[in-house]
């Protein structure tokens, strides 16, 4: 780590870092929380100096490859004794793959009562099976007081992989010129999701939505011309699984007396395979 480990606070009225989650119990009762008070202190490092970040707490494991993992904490911000109170901040470092930042972090949290801690959840990432180092780096760019915190709970969520995704898609009103497609999930997640949706006509992107998974419809796409071919893209992100895909090619039929609005909507290539996630519409 690029912080040192101190029995006492380095100065009077701050606060000291601990040699683990259970070094010791914290003098101040509001922090009396989970494990008996036994925390992480972190005594900020304000100088201004290079680099602008400093680890603070490092796991070095090997995790299983191809699996999809979360970093996870909980971290309570502490109050200043000095003038300028500067609320820590930092990101999540991982040395496992050409993604080395996991995602950024801040706890601004009251710190005078109280005993709330803010949870903090990395990106998803995905093991090497090589060790590999996961670390809390926080930012130390500040000239003045603050940047104090306390850490617990530290883990790494292995998560569960989700079932194919399976959307059902149908034709909605016809305005005389064009369709509105309609879609709904027959397979709905348990823990807190939304689905992503991307419209294609041919490689272009032409609009782009989210949606929460729901058996009623989810989105709907007005505009959808008759005889030409789009591609239909879902990709559904959730808190505690990996992520799951559905794509469709499909076309619509000119309006017939004999065709239903279902058959209508021609459908093919459907499959569940993982795409890249385009970064705006066109």
Known sequence: MDYFQQSVAPIPGFYALLASGSAGLSPWTYHQCPAGGKHLYVNGMNTNWSPSYRRIYTYTGTLEKGQTYRFCFSGRNLPTCKWWDAKPFGYIYYNGSSTTNLGFWDINMLSIVGCSWKELVSNKFIGTGLPSPISIMLYNGWYSDGNDLVID???????????????????????????????????????????????????????????????????????LQVGIKYTIKVKRVCDCSTDASWSSSFSVAPPSANKSSAERLILSETNNEAFNVPQSAN
């Open 153 to 223: 709970n530290v883990r790494i969520v292995k998560l569960m992989a989700q079932p194919f995704l399976n959307i059902n898609a149908a034709l909605g009103s016809f305005n005389g010129v064009t369709y509105t497609f309609l879609a709904s999930s027959a397979s709905l997640p348990s823990d807190n999701c939304l689905d992503y949706w991307y419209l294609y006509q041919g490689s272009t992107l032409i609009s782009q939505g989210v949606a929460t998974p729901s058996t009623s419809t989810e989105f709907t796409i007005p505009g």
